[in-house]
């Protein structure tokens, strides 16, 4: 995952503002913007990790935090101290 990550940023930062800007066909054959189209891979990647943490979820396993704390942890940490 690593080495695609830094594939991938390594092409998209070669991406001039033109071709971000230039017009694409999407596998449905959808004419778009290209940025619009990479931000819709990441929605799409998104979407999917949501999907697995459900299902995981649901069958009682254990997931790492999306951003760093559970939400217990955010929950503790965001009590004022006329709560605690």
């Known amino acids: 995952m690593d ?17 971000l800007q230039a017009r694409c066909a999407t596998v449905g054959g959808v004419d778009i913007r290209v940025w619009k189209w990479l931000r819709l891979m990441v929605e799409h990647e998104v979407h999917h990790r949501g999907q697995l943490y459900s299902v ?26 006329a709560d605690a």
């Open 3 to 19: 080495r695609m990550h830094a594939e991938s940023v390594e092409i998209f930062s070669r991406l001039t503002p033109e071709q």
């Open 56 to 81: 995981l979820a649901a069958m009682g396993v254990a997931t790492p935090p999306l951003y760093g704390l559970t939400e217990p942890e955010v929950e503790a940490r965001s009590e004022s101290p």
